[in-house]
Each structure stands twice: as structure tokens, then as C-alpha cells.
């Protein structure tokens, strides 16, 4: 007899996952409106720091990859789910279909069920491959996150070569994108770990 | 994918419908859940059949946790209401439903022990879900013998299952009634052949209009509100039901 159990952990997952997505776009929407924030304060400054203008712009772009990487991780959820509620209903399924054979009498015709359990055993790897491609996404985020955590240190650097005035107005601004990218990466690591 | 919509939104209590998939196969008929959520523990009425399971998952995932669902009503037996059971009990195996207690031995041919349900006397009960006190109302052979409403008196929300349902066509899917008039036409042969009994669609009107309802939140079809809701209940008052029509 093949394996055709499904883990019903996969929902677990699957919803660990969403709600990591979810705390990720928030932090997407946060930071793209603190790089325009920072930009805004840079010019109200009248300052001259094109470096931190060249960071909160980089910033700005970080986030809409981190969005676009979002919207992937977001499809590949619910294919997930899609892939797993079909291989939960079909494993129930061929459980019933194996009890109702084992409670036959010997003379009884059996019923052959092998190309059903095929299709399963299929339609688990399917799954798997699935959660390995999902893997592979939260790594390329996982880069994201660091890059997020360069970024901000570079903020963080470029604030403090203004005035007083513009140290403490960017050096806030930069506080935050710290913390963010800090969020981002703990919640990467969580998401990796739910799928590990 | 289906999506999901706010509908009533106070402090940590919240109402919202998850509706409209374009992707259904023509095949299904469509299907709204609401999840309805206070503090810590939420519920979902009618969580649907079990194909529309992935899109239903997949929506409710957008505004919450499905691993924070507690609780599932089914207002009666039928498999668009309540055959992906077996699916929820394995996003979280303690999940309880609040059904009939008329289907508690039938509807486990669908998944769940006896220790899933929440048996709902005839004459319905009133229960706390979170820190809100949430009410089921009788809607016996509305269409099922054993038919349950779900009324939220704060958010004055009324889950009304099939009564209020429209077979909608696929030019008119508003979320809301917006011409009562056009969309109740929709709904007439639905409530001809599937509301069999006057006099249980007579105590039905009678119960509800004292009720302050400001959302009336059938399982399919648009949502009535404001003066929509009173209207409804006046048209349904008047039909004539328990019709069976020979094929035109």
C-alpha cells in the first residue's frame, strides 16, 4: 500500500504563512510611506544630503519588491491551499474506500483503487514540490530582508552628516526603517522556520 | 478568489461577508460566508461546500487567522452549507458547530464526532461568542425541518440563510440590493419551490419584524439593508410558496 496520508499540519502552514504575507505587506506600506516621509524632510531641510535622498529612494524601491515578492508568495498560498484541501478530501477518500474493502467477505470482488492511490501519491509530490518552490520564495525574501537592514544602516549613516536640526528629524526616520527592516527579517525567519 | 468585505466593524467586533468568486465553476452554486468575530474567537455561518472550501480558505485568510476560528453555524443539512466540514476540523480539530439539534447524527456523514456539535433546541438559544451575546432564531422548514437564523442584535445583523436568497445572473452581482424591484425577481422562483410551509413563513415574518435588522445576510444572492430589509420581509409575507412550477 503507497502513502497517501496527507499531513493536516499543511493548513497550519499554509495559515503561518498567510499571516507572515499579511504583517509583510503592512511593513511594505510602512516603509514605503517613511522613505517619502524622509524624502519630504530632506528637501523641507533645504539640505544637501543626496546621499540619504539616494537611500530613501533605494528604500522606496526595496518595498515594491518586497511587495512584488508578496503578490508571488500570496498566489503561491492559495495554490497551496487549493493543492492540499484536494489531497485531504481524496486521502479521506481512500481511507473509507480501504475500510469498506477490508470489511468484504473474502468471495466479494475487490475493488482496485491503485490508479486512485497513484493519483494521490502524484498529487503529494505535487504538494511537495510546492513547499520547496515556497521555500525557495521566502530565501529570495529572506534577501530582501537583509538588503532592507543595509538600507536602513545606510540611512542611519547619511542622516547623521547634516545639521543638529536634520540630524534629528532623519536620524527618527532612519530609527524607523531600522526597526522595520529588524520586523521584516524576524517575521522572514518565523515564515521560514513555519515551512521548514 | 473570493473576496471578503467589512460589513460591521465596532471595537473587536466585526462582521464580514466573504462573497463573488469569478473563478466558480458554473456548475456550483454561489455561496456567501460571513465570519463573525469578537475578542478572541470568531464564527462562520454556513462555511459552504467542500470545493468552495480553497477559495473560502483562501479569502478568510486576508482578514484573519482561520486558525482562530472556534466556531461554525450551519443553518441546516444541506451540502453547500456545510460538507467542507470535514476540511475545517483539519485547519482546527476543536472547532464546535452550532447546528439543529434535528441534523446532529447526519451531519457527521460530512466529518466531526459528536463532540463537534453544539445541539440548537427548537426554539433556538442565545450564546456568547467572544464578549458578544449572539442569538439563533428559528427558522424551522425554512426550507429545512430543522433551519436556524443567526441575529447579531449590536451590529443588527440577521443571517438569514436561504430566506432572502437569489440565483443571481451573472450581469447582476452587486453585493447589496440596490433595485429591490429587479432583484427580487431573482429571488421569487427560489422561495416559490424551496419555502414549502406558510404558516412557518408566517411565524418567521411575524419573529423577525420585531427584530432591529439592519442587514438582512442571505447564504446567497445580495444583502437587503435599511429599508430593503422591512421590504423583503413584506414581499416574502405576501408570496405565494410551496409552489411547484412544471418546466417552461
Same mark, same amino acid.
Given at each position: ?61 526595496? %518595498? ?32 473509507? +474506500? ?15 483503487? %491503485? ?8 498529487? +503529494? ?26 538600507? %536602513? ?16 528629524? +532623519? ?26 | ?59 478568510? %485568510?486576508?482578514?484573519?487567522?482561520? &486558525? ?62 467572544? &464578549? ?21 442584535? &449590536? ?75 422591512? &421590504? ?17
Amino acid at each position: 500500500m503507497q502513502h497517501t496520508e496527507i499531513d493536516t499540519a499543511n493548513f497550519g502552514r499554509v495559515a503561518a504563512l498567510n499571516e507572515a504575507a499579511k504583517e509583510l505587506m503592512a511593513r511594505s506600506h510602512h516603509v514605503n510611506r517613511l522613505a517619502l516621509d524622509a524624502m519630504v524632510q530632506s528637501k523641507a531641510t533645504g539640505a544637501n544630503l543626496r546621499g540619504f535622498d539616494e537611500v530613501s529612494s533605494q528604500i522606496r524601491h526595496w %518595498s515594491r519588491d518586497l511587495h512584488g515578492e508578496l503578490e508571488r508568495l500570496r498566489a503561491l498560498s492559495r495554490e497551496l491551499v487549493v493543492q492540499v484541501s484536494h489531497a485531504s478530501k481524496e486521502a479521506r477518500l481512500l481511507s473509507l +474506500l480501504r475500510r469498506a474493502t477490508a470489511t468484504c467477505s473474502e468471495n466479494a470482488p475487490r475493488c482496485d483503487f %491503485s490508479l486512485k492511490e497513484a493519483a494521490q501519491v502524484e498529487r +503529494l509530490e505535487r504538494l511537495r514540490k510546492l513547499w520547496r518552490t515556497m521555500a525557495v520564495a521566502l530565501s529570495d525574501l529572506d534577501q530582501l530582508g537583509l538588503m532592507a537592514a543595509v538600507l %536602513s544602516r545606510s540611512a542611519m549613516i547619511e542622516a547623521s552628516s547634516g545639521t543638529s536640526e536634520q540630524r534629528a528629524q +532623519l536620524g527618527r526616520v532612519s530609527e524607523a526603517f531600522y526597526q522595520n527592516s529588524e520586523s521584516v527579517i524576524s517575521v522572514l525567519k518565523a515564515a521560514l522556520k513555519a515551512v521548514a | 478568489m473570493k473576496k471578503a468585505t467589512t460589513l460591521f466593524s465596532e471595537g473587536s467586533h466585526h462582521w464580514q461577508v466573504i462573497a463573488r468568486d469569478p473563478e466558480r465553476p458554473s456548475h456550483l452554486i454561489d455561496t456567501n460566508e460571513y465570519l463573525v468575530s469578537s475578542e478572541a474567537q470568531s464564527l462562520l455561518t454556513d462555511p459552504g461546500g467542500q470545493e468552495v472550501f480553497p477559495a473560502v480558505f483562501s479569502a478568510l %485568510s486576508e482578514v484573519a487567522d482561520p &486558525r482562530s476560528l472556534t466556531h461554525l453555524f450551519a443553518s441546516h443539512q444541506d451540502p453547500d452549507v456545510i460538507s467542507s466540514l470535514a476540511l475545517w476540523l483539519d485547519v482546527n480539530p476543536s472547532l464546535k458547530c452550532y447546528t439543529s439539534w434535528l441534523w446532529c447524527s447526519f451531519i457527521p456523514h460530512f466529518g466531526g464526532s459528536a463532540s463537534t456539535f453544539i445541539p440548537v433546541p427548537d426554539e433556538g438559544l442565545q450564546f456568547e461568542l467572544g &464578549r458578544q451575546s449572539l442569538t439563533i432564531v428559528p427558522a424551522h422548514f425554512l426550507h429545512s425541518s430543522g433551519n436556524l437564523h443567526l441575529y447579531d442584535p &449590536r451590529a443588527k445583523i440577521l443571517f438569514s440563510g436561504d430566506v432572502g436568497a437569489a440565483l443571481l445572473p451573472d450581469d447582476q452581482q452587486e453585493l447589496f440590493v440596490t433595485d429591490f424591484d429587479k432583484h427580487i425577481r431573482a429571488a421569487r422562483g427560489f422561495h416559490q419551490r424551496w419555502m414549502g410551509s406558510s404558516q412557518a413563513r408566517d411565524a418567521w415574518c411575524r419573529r423577525v419584524s420585531e427584530l432591529d435588522i439592519e442587514l438582512l445576510c442571505p447564504q446567497h444572492g445580495a444583502i437587503y439593508r435599511g429599508p430593503d430589509v422591512q &421590504r423583503f420581509i413584506n414581499w416574502f409575507a405576501e408570496l405565494e410558496i410551496g409552489v411547484l412550477r412544471t418546466s417552461a
